[in-house]
């Protein structure tokens, strides 16, 4: 990305972000202006172009001066953004402590002008990890009656969330997008009323740092590379030695995933515990604190826990990155009891992002990228594509007590940071396991030459033999980047014909969704429009009813456009895939990661 000057005592709204880097990646715009490049996706008789006429561009531009500011100001009127003076209460620190901060605020000064010397990887560069529409929002109270086009389905009452990284202050040094606080959006829906909120998950890394006034945590991504990442980690070390911050409480960011179960809306990233979150009366949401099932877990949980939608228990893994076991399996009862951890046996610890469960198994992916934290040593990343290590599934019984009868199957070049779903065919002694193939497999992670693919993929697993297969679904002439969505999740673990994907591209961005027909590989497209883009998409059935048609509901998703710098939340008939309603949003919404929906009877119920 080209350098250019800013003036730093009043930030306008002329550009998304200056940068000091040389760095380049082609995320569409300029940084200078909102100038596009035209991308006019191709129609054809399964692909839907959505335009819409929308105003007033608005844009945050990011102060220079770090510490003293948040990232984001406290409102945004869409018009002129201005950054506020930062309001954060002095902490109450004896002659040691502030002595010992000032000692290691001037360490940190020095380890920061180091690393500015030398040039980011894009992927720890926040001009281009956090640009655009990827830049953070401010909190937003509860706007009711927003502008609707169209009518709201009369069967869609409740509220959906989702959940993204949204970093409260300018990052010092390197961020990853994934390094960003937790912010959640919801939209409230009322008998085709619709309402709009979007908060902070106030985490303790994140009340501990606004408290500071300044980033403090070292970012697990961004940051946590070479020699300057082994110096961070000491930093923050001494700081807890000190007092200055308290790393007992947890240091997660709760930005990734969201779930409802027993009556508790949990929003979760792997590093830490759930946090619980309630949504009031009037379609705000609270955080009401870390949560650990009435002091039941004892550990982290990844941010894609699976709730088996006939038994209604929940099913989750824990990783580690330090110390064996690396791997736990566990899973609640609908009331919340949890049962005993079972140790998964892994030699090194792994990237754990998502897993599958089937009516009666988990299925537990043993893949190529792994941490190992001694890289940083000799100057790299911890995590790491293993290229020589053998990728395999882990089939267990859902009531598992040990993983002595764990069957591993081998399955070679089949990372999937996102698993769609699985069932079995006992008939063929086979699991079957939907998800995205990515290559390379740490791309997310390491600035890699190599453009990402994400394959769409059937993976068969037989238990009997312990071989698999591997079959591309789509079409080699249809193939597009899909990597975010999901399955009637009323029909989680048992054979599925559609899934309902993000098309993501131009990579990162999303430029719509397809509805694909897993037996046929039929694809239909759903593209948002020129420079409009969104996310997951997140389909909500008409019903409960698992005896009426699979495709028989909705498909919701935030949108972007990039022309007017406006925001919708879509619905669109998952039948025809025509769009039903939009409902106009007050302010922009970042793009971000997963969502749930949580129909108005289960809310009346809410702990």
Known sequence: MASSSCNCAKPQISHPLSSASSSTVHLGHSPTSISWNSRQPNRT???????????????????????????????DDSVNVQVQPKTHRHPQWNLLQRAAAMALDMAESALVSLELQHPLPKTADPHVQISGNFAPVPEQPVKQALPVTGTIPSCINGVYLRNGANPLFEPVAGHHFFDGDGMVHAVTIDNGNASYACRFTETQRFLQEKELGRPVFPKAIGELHGHSGIARLLLFYARGLFGLVDHKQGTGVANAGLVYFNNRLLAMSEDDLPYHLRITPSGDLETVGRYNFDDQLKSTMIAH??????????????????????????????????????????????????????????????????????????????????????????????????????????????????????????????????????????????????????????????????????????????????????????????????????????????????????????????????????????????????????????????????????SELQIVDAINLQLESSIKLPSRVPYGFHGTFIDAKSLINQA
């Open 45 to 75: 008789h399964n692909i839907s172009i959505i335009h819409s006429a929308l105003h007033s561009p608005s844009v945050l531009h990011f102060p220079k001066q770090p510490y003293q500011n948040p990232l984001i100001p406290i409102e």
């Open 305 to 566: 826990p699976k709730i088996d939608p006939f038994s209604k228990e929940l099913f989750a893994l824990s990783y580690d990155v330090i110390q064996k076991p690396y791997l736990k399996y566990f899973k609640f009862q609908p009331d919340g009891t949890k049962s005993p951890d079972v140790e998964i046996p892994l030699s090194m610890p792994t990237m754990m992002h998502d897993f599958a469960i089937t009516e009666n198994f988990v299925v537990i992916p043993n893949q190529q990228v792994l941490f190992k934290l001694q890289e940083m040593i000799f100057g790299g990343s911890p995590v790491i594509y293993d290229k020589n290590k053998k990728s395999s599934f882990g089939i267990l019984s859902k009531n598992a007590s040990d993983s002595k009868d764990i069957i591993w199957v081998e399955s070679p070049d089949t990372f999937c940071f996102h698993l769609w779903n699985a069932w079995e065919e006992p008939e063929s002694d086979e699991v079957v396991v939907i998800g995205s193939c990515m290559t390379p497999p740490d791309s997310i992670f390491n600035e890699c030459d190599e453009s990402l693919k994400s394959v769409l993929s059937e993976i068969r697993l037989n238990l009997k033999t312990g071989k698999s297969t591997r079959r591309p679904i789509i079409s080699e002439s249809e193939q597009v980047n899909l990597e975010a969505g999901m399955v009637d999740r009323n029909r989680l673990g048992r054979r599925t014909r559609y899934a309902y994907l993000a098309i993501a591209e131009p990579w990162p961005k999303v430029s719509g969704f397809a509805k694909i027909d897993l037996f046929t590989g039929e694809v239909k497209k759903y593209i948002y429009g020129d420079k409009k883009f969104g996310g997951e998409p997140f389909f909500l059935p008409r019903d409960d009813n698992c005896e009426s048609a699979e495709d028989d509901g909705y498909i919701i998703s935030f949108v972007h456009d990039e022309n007017s710098w406006k």
